[in-house]
Structure formats: C-alpha cells, structure tokens
Nanobody, 124 residues
Framework: VQLQASGGGLVQAGGSLRLSCAAS????????MGWFRQAPGKEREFVAG????????EYADSAKGRFTISRDSAKNAVYLQMNSLKAEDTAVYYC??????????????????WGQGTLVTVSS
C-alpha cells in the first residue's frame, strides 16, 4: 500500500492550498481516509476525515469552515482544500487510510496506512 501526499508549499496567511493524496495497492472504496498534521514540537493531530463512500465527513474544530475534505474514487485520491490559512496551520500534513468499519475516523489509531507527509508553511 502506498499513499503519496502532495501539494504542500509556502503560502501567505489568508491564502489557499489544495493537498492531494494518491492511494495505490488497496481497494480504495473499502477505506475511510483522513488527514492529520504535525507541527514542530507538537503531537500529530487530526484535521479531517471522510468515510469510504464520501457521505460522511468530520473535521477538527480548527479546520471547520476553512478546510474541505473530498475523495475521488475514480482516481483513488483524497483531497484537502485549505482556505483562509493561518500561521498556526504550519505543519507536515499526512494522509492516512483506515479499513471501513472503524467508526472513529478522528483517531490516528484507527488508521493502518500513512503517507510520507507534505509540508505546509504559512507565513504571517
């Protein structure tokens, strides 16, 4: 299984980025997908999750109203559209895959597979 995250970069506060995660080696429709992030000196934290069918999403409070998670089953990909970025959004962002049925998609322990991360830096 491979999860390849991309789309990170340097952006000014108030700007937008769209992260992508391409999944291979798994039956994509059988997996819930999530985005997590880890800032320097901090623990990894949940950002957003989407269930296997795309009908249910969940967001961290810090992401609500600014970030949107989506998935494209035809492309085996999950996306994170991030708007109104803030300096505190600076972190390495990871995509992850959890077999369907593990309902707590906001918990890192539910996820079996992780991508390598993509760095997002927001300048203030």
């Amino acid at each position: 299984v491979q999860l390849q995250a991309s789309g990170g970069g340097l952006v000014q506060a108030g700007g937008s980025l769209r992260l992508s995660c391409a999944a291979s080696g798994l039956t994509f429709s059988n997996y819930d997908m999530g985005w997590f992030r880890q800032a320097p000196g901090k623990e990894r934290e949940f950002v957003a999750g989407i269930n296997y069918g795309g009908g249910r999403t969940e967001y961290a409070d810090s992401a609500k109203g600014r970030f949107t998670i989506s998935r494209d089953s035809a492309k085996n990909a999950v996306y994170l559209q991030m708007n109104s970025l803030k300096a505190e959004d600076t972190a390495v962002y990871y995509c992850a895959a959890a077999p369907l049925g593990r309902r707590a998609i906001n918990r890192a322990l539910m996820y079996d597979y992780w991508g390598q991360g993509t760095l997002v830096t927001v300048s203030s």
